[in-house]
């Protein structure tokens, strides 16, 4: 299935950004051996060119590294995993308080909204 | 090192008075795959058939390899035209050995592979397949040669999403990262992630040549979109 991509923006970052949601959500594992860039590309159906933009930026940030010869790693930092995590929380968070904003909700009320949501069990 | 593909003031004018290209100045380099893009009557055709020698220039020329379009450059240029030019009445199979034995660099069981993947019968005659199977195998052909340089002329406009996936798919797999596919399409929205730049032409100049990445961070905005407004009828 190829990823799901938006129009308006470098397809190299939204690589970027779906490898390390990978990783928070356990797709991948610290210390993991990720795809080869052709293996990934094919799946992304992306050019591999940009498959290996996205895994050289991922690699300068640390959140991945090559072996010579063996290919390329997933950190096994748990402080820069964890990081990770609460960086991709913080912006979700960011996304919906600009959505509820737009909607006309001030801050108080979509925390209202938000403990009324949790109170009701409808999410997990 | 060469550009894979050079242009250098490459005109070309029909009935003395229309230009289809104009003055065209291009290099590409090796290892990308880049879309050839314009509306209609823009001049890619045209651009394609002087890359494979079908047509000569008025004026300018074109290079491939550093070499002038001939006997040397068709070995290294795997081309899919616009229209077939295959024999009918011939089986699949039959075509295969014909390329097999024409072309040094065709890998015979890559073509079996795609044929199987694709669940198309080496058996069947050519005319007894429908349009879009029938662009399938000519992609397959075309595909299946260790070139240097691909070019295909609107791969993916008659055939149905799926196997569109698929073609995509095919040529990501076998596109070996040394070589150079150019690729004309108005399909721009269902290339556009495949692709490392484009190359548009607008009444036979060239309008842009830019990396896709670069057209995106620049504009906020897809090709496919920018496409659409450069081009408004």
């Given amino acids: 299935m190829p990823w799901d991509l938006d129009n308006d923006r470098p ?3 939204q690589l970027m950004e779906r490898i390390q949601q990978d990783i928070v ?10 795809p080869s860039v052709r293996e990934l590309a094919i799946d992304a159906a992306v050019n591999p060119n940009t498959m290996q933009k996205a895994l050289s930026e991922l690699e300068r940030d640390g959140l991945v590294h090559s072996r010579r010869t063996s290919g390329r790693f997933i950190t096994e930092d748990e402080t820069m995993l964890k990081n990770l995590r609460d960086e991709l929380a913080s912006r979700h968070i960011q996304d919906f308080m600009e959505k509820m904003k737009q909607l006309g909700f001030q801050e108080k009320e979509t925390l209202e909204k938000l403990q009324d949501t949790i109170k ?4 997990i | 090192m060469n550009p894979i593909l050079e242009c250098r003031n490459l005109s070309k004018k029909y009935c003395n008075h229309f230009y ?3 003055d065209l100045t291009l290099s590409l380099d090796s290892g990308q795959i880049v879309g050839l893009l314009g509306p209609n009557g823009s001049g890619k055709t045209t651009l394609i058939k002087l890359i494979n020698g079908l047509l000569n220039p008025s004026s300018g020329e074109v290079l491939i390899d550093g070499k002038a379009p001939g006997v040397d450059t068709k070995k290294i240029v795997s081309y899919l035209p616009e229209r077939t030019y ?17 072309y040094d660099n065709f890998i015979t069981d890559r073509a079996y592979q795609m044929l199987s993947d694709l669940e198309i019968s080496a058996d069947a005659r050519l005319r007894t397949l429908s349009k879009g199977t029938k662009e399938k195998v000519q992609l397959i052909l075309v595909m299946s040669r260790d070139a240097k340089l691909y070019i295909l002329d609107e791969p993916i406009g008659g055939v149905d999403p799926a196997a569109r996936d698929y073609i995509l798919h095919t040529i990501l797999a076998n596109y070996n990262e040394e070589s150079t596919i150019l690729l004309s399409t108005h399909l721009i929205h269902d290339i556009e992630n495949i692709l490392d730049r484009v190359v548009f032409l607008k009444e036979g100049r060239l309008a842009m040549n830019a990396p896709v990445d670069d057209i995106r961070m620049e504009q906020g905005r897809s090709v496919d ?5 450069v081009f408004r009828c």
């Fill in chain 1, 120 to 123: 009701r069990g409808t999410l």
């Fill in chain 1, 11 to 13: 397809i190299y970052l």
């Fill in chain 2, 20 to 22: 289809a290209l104009n």
């Fill in chain 2, 86 to 102: 295959l024999d009918e009445s011939m089986k699949v199979r039959d075509i295969i050995r014909f390329f097999a034995d024409f």
């Fill in chain 1, 25 to 34: 959500s356990g797709v991948y594992k610290a210390g993991d051996k990720l």
């Fill in chain 2, 225 to 229: 979109t920018l496409f659409r407004e």
